[in-house]
């Protein structure tokens, strides 16, 4: 599956369409590849639109590249990437957008399952499933 880099004023990034599913809830929603996350983190308001109560989930922090933390809550879900569907377990973090409507997706709940090529050249992501 390959997914264009999308603009964002004078920058490009990789950033891809996925569904989010919890029970019969789902969302659409862009979400950064980002080889450096560890794992998956979503803002609060979609796990809200999910019908997930974010805070009862269990309790982690992250930290930024301003050594900044905030708290996040792990929560199970479903992601669906190109028609194929995994449950995961991923992050719900109040206003991660920081001004960008997307959330990120990093090695555990993500890169397990893809081989993931970034082509800067050429502004686009290409993602092959592992069997």
């Known amino acids: ?9 004078k920058i490009i990034r990789p950033v ?6 919890n029970g019969d809830h789902a969302v659409r929603y862009e979400v950064l590849v980002d080889s450096g996350a560890d794992i998956c983190i979503f803002d609060g308001g979609i796990g809200d639109i999910l019908g997930i109560d974010v805070e ?20 199970d879900v479903e992601i ?16 991660v957008a920081g001004g960008f409507n997307y959330g990120v997706v990093g090695q555990t709940g993500f890169f397990e399952h893809f081989v993931v090529k970034f082509d800067m050249q050429k502004a686009e992501i290409d993602l092959k499933r592992k069997e």
């Not at 891809?16 to 599913?21: L, M, Q, S």
């Not at 009862?56 to 929560?75: D, F, K, M, N, P």
């Open 80 to 95: 669906e990437v190109g028609g194929w569907p995994y449950k995961i377990k991923a992050g719900f973090l109040r206003n």
């Open 16 to 21: 891809i369409p996925i569904r989010v599913k």
């Open 56 to 75: 009862s989930g269990e309790r982690q922090t992250v930290g930024g590249i301003a050594g900044q933390a905030a708290a996040y809550y792990l929560h």
């Open 1 to 9: 599956m390959k997914f264009e880099y999308k603009r964002y004023g």
